[in-house]
């Protein structure tokens, strides 16, 4: 294989190779890769129903602790739940509200910042006075503001985070189009007669897709973090399902008795998973977008 | 100037005007109104008479110049559960969450700067990886994991420090930490980035030239311009701080203005909740403004633009 590639170095490297040769965060990669089969297999890997516990097994330590037992390997909650199966249906919250939260809001603020862009005038300014006003909201206020609004569901949390952060994709995909507008081959389409659409569609947008989708991997970890705050506050995912910022807030309960395993643990995995989004954002961004560097 | 402070502040009037557009907007069109009006367990008499009260059977642009007349007069109605009203309760919670910012903008900024520096003195030193490390941690711990962590830690296991509420300095160190650790993260790269840009200019590699020792030449000449846009980004922070600290103030049991927000969503006290989030958004578009008109009496270059 090695000698292979040196005899030809005129080949254009595939795109593995690529990924090899410019440190590619093989770890978060894989810890992402790890998490979602997790997420997408839970009900043949969690080892009890995380929804229903039994309240004489309340309180138990994880399995190396006196008291603890392989019947709950990481322990139970405060109604007996088997706190490891919680952790993994939770990785399947966390990571369907991350992703759904993110492509709405990518897709949304990625249209609006190419109109807003490219057609100027009076629909730039509307658009833009709107992200600037949504923008000066603090994301979780305005998010607690609507969840309390329209009421908590897992559907509504991933609406309204859809909601509060598609502003800042218009904000950076606008700035990108207004020195694309400027460029020959757009110049050039708009002398051939193309539409506008026809240039937003077929000639805008494949030059923003690289700056979208570095926001949107470093968007995740932003979105997981506050689906998380919202379902600590009450507000996001609604009890019994098993959300790890919801696992955090019913560990409080224990906390003062020093059940250490109900706080410790949700918290351990929200950062495990929103470290490695960022890794790997950060990677991408070097890798696929020089302008977004210093973001 | 005249003119840009002029359009500035237009630019913030269609803001307000917009942030109370959207407030409204999102409690009229989804579902009753009426319902989040009126307090929890209320008969069908009492939402009767909030409909009436509200003028909801008006058209939309009335029950509109209702709301923003309501509050251009300071009204953001009555509390359900401390039965006063909103504002008052918002002025008396201020101040806790101004000092709480204030203490873990201080926390920040101690632990931002300095690192920073080293940081930027050693670039790709291992001092410079730690701090990179330590950013990343930063972006990624939810602030109030850090909190709760923070709480089995000291005051459950060694007991050092009171878990909840408010009252001495013991009682803020671990929520103006937990509060303050993102914000030192992005202190520090600012000031890591800043001093980078300060220490390729002329006049640092003139100081240089004159055979100043090098601890002389980063502390005297490149730190103080350094500076500038870290406290620059600070003072935006602050602001920022108060208005995100919700989840950090619930965690501790912290009176201010995010523990009432939250307390609103827990008793479903609605004025409440539109109250803080209505003077949030007034709160940034107020200092946002004031940053901009700083920035043109300091700099002449941003005045005439345009």
Redesign the interface.
Known sequence: MAINTRTAPFTAPGRLALLRVSGFPIIPAAILVGIAFVAIFAEFIAPNNPEIGTLGDRFRPPFWQAGGSDAHLLGTDHLGRDVLSRLIFGARVSMIVGITAVLIAGVTGTVLGIISGYLGGWVDQAIM??T???L???A???A???????GPSELNIIVILGLVYWTRYARVIRGEVLSLKEREFVRLAIVAGCSKRTIMIKHILPNVINSAIVLATLMI?VVI?SE??LS????GVPPPKPAWGLM?AD??KG??A?Y?WL??LP?CC??LM??SA??LGDWLRVKLDPQLR?L | MRRYIIRRLGYSVISLVLLSLTIFFFVRVTGDPAVLLVEPGASKADLDQIRQQFGLDRPLFVQYGHFVSALVRGDFGQSFYYRTPVLELYLSRLPNSLMLAAAAMALSLLIGIPSGILAAVNVNGWWDRIGKIFSLLGLSLPSFWVGLVMILFFSVYLGWLPSSGAGTISHMIMPAFALGWFFAAAHMRMTRSSMLEVMGSEYVKLARLKGLPERMVITKHAFKNALIPVLTLAGINLVIMVNVAVVVETVFAWPGIGRLLYEGVAFRDFPVVQATVLLSGVMVVVVNLLVDILYAVIDPRIRLER
Not at chain 1, 144 to 150: E, K, N, P, S
Not at chain 1, 232 to 235: E, R, S, T
Request: aromatic share 12%.
């Open positions: 006075r709107l600037d006003t949504w000066a909201l603090p979780l206020t305005f607690i503001f609507l969840a309390a609004v329209v970890g973090i998380a705050s600590f506050l009450g507000v955090l560990g409080k906390m003062m020093g250490w706080t410790v918290g929200i950062m929103v470290l960022n890794l210093q």
